[in-house]
């Protein structure tokens, strides 16, 4: 493991555990924990999170992909905010994926294939409405949904991979959170994103690579209806800019908030610490966002 990401690993998952401090699961939320996904049950499991007062309810899905540069993150870190997004009416999957430098790319985005197929295939055990099957995801985890949202609807992007979607499946919306989706390498040594792509690509980083993984370049007007968010204090605002300009040329319905609190920053992936107004804010609207493609539930 590189030196950048062993620090990415110790100051993310120091700030998580500040934010999360004193978190529990709230009353009104049926869990259900460490469900396999796959075949290895370290990496590949999975959360499912419900209301209570929703029990026996098909209910539509938000399947949350985790941030963390490629090569940090669990479910564990997004319990919380994943549980706050499941107090908005919806049924939550919240799931651990293989990380870099232990996994190389396309590890991350096979298990998040597999995560919508099991959704799809436990649609009458937890009760998913599979006909609204949303993604939220941000930073790494916009990156990989955004990837994944064109391996569906895009062939020319699909074919790079030796797995396939579910037969005929898009999910009905998504919503990237602070990502990035044409990332650009840097001469400087010490830029972390470049020393990052080391450990989660094959080839550290080969021109092949870098077009490959770029989500913007296989939008198409088959990719999915986009909520795109970003924040002042967003280090990666510029990116949604350019997913903006893409989804346009293409004719793809997106909406793009921008949030902010004056002059106070309001950091990178904000909205994942809910105890902030302005991530309650955030939260909504996705919700909102999604809401609006569940037309004749009249439960939502």
Same mark, same amino acid.
Not at 19 to 29: C, S, V
Not at 256 to 261: D, E, I
Not at 295 to 300: A, L, Q, T, Y
């Given at each position: 493991?590189s ?8 100051? %993310? !998952?120091?700030? $998580? &555990?500040r934010?999360?401090?004193? /978190?529990?699961?709230?009353?009104? =939320?049926l869990?259900?924990? #460490? ?12 959360d ?18 985790h ?19 499941a ?40 009760g ?5 099957v %949303? !993604?939220?995801? $941000? &930073?790494?985890g916009?990156?990989? /949904?955004?990837?994944?949202?064109? =391996?569906?609807?895009?062939? #020319? ?20 959170n602070?990502?990035?989706y ?17 450990d ?14 770029a989500?913007a ?77 569940c ?6």
């Open positions: 493991m030196a950048t990401s062993d620090m990415v690993r110790k100051m %993310f !998952g120091e700030a $998580d &555990s934010r999360d401090a004193g /978190l529990t699961t709230p009353e009104d =939320i869990r259900y924990d #460490d469900i396999c996904y796959g075949t290895d049950t370290t990496w590949q499991v999975l499912v999170y419900r209301p209570k007062d929703r029990e026996g309810e098909r209910l539509p899905v938000i399947v949350s992909v941030g963390g540069g490629w090569v940090y993150g669990d479910k564990e870190r997004y319990q919380f905010y994943c549980m706050n997004l107090q908005r009416g919806f049924a939550v999957v919240n799931f651990t994926y293989r990380l870099a430098p232990e996994f190389k790319y396309p590890a991350n985005i096979e298990d998040t294939n597999l995560v919508f197929t099991w959704v799809l295939e436990h649609a009458d055990a937890y998913f409405d599979t006909a609204h %949303f !993604g939220v995801g $941000d &930073s790494a916009a990156h990989n /949904l955004g990837l994944y949202a064109a =391996i569906c609807t895009n062939p #020319d992007c699909a074919k790079e991979y030796d797995f396939a979607p579910p037969a005929g499946f898009v999910p009905t919306a998504i919503a990237l602070c990502g990035s044409r990332i650009v390498l840097s001469d400087d040594p010490k830029d972390m994103t470049t020393n990052l792509m080391k989660f690509l094959p080839e550290s980083g080969s021109s092949r690579e870098m077009e490959r993984i989500a370049s296989y939008v198409t007007e088959n990719y999915p209806p986009v909520f795109l968010m970003s924040a002042s204090g967003d280090f990666l605002k510029g990116d949604q800019l350019l997913m903006a300009e893409k989804l346009s040329d293409c004719d793809v319905p997106f909406v793009y908030r921008f949030y902010s609190r004056g002059k106070e920053p309001l950091g990178h992936v904000f909205h994942c610490n809910i105890r902030l107004a302005e991530a309650a804010q955030c939260n909504d609207d996705e919700c909102e966002f999604f809401k609006t493609f037309e004749g539930r009249k439960d939502v």
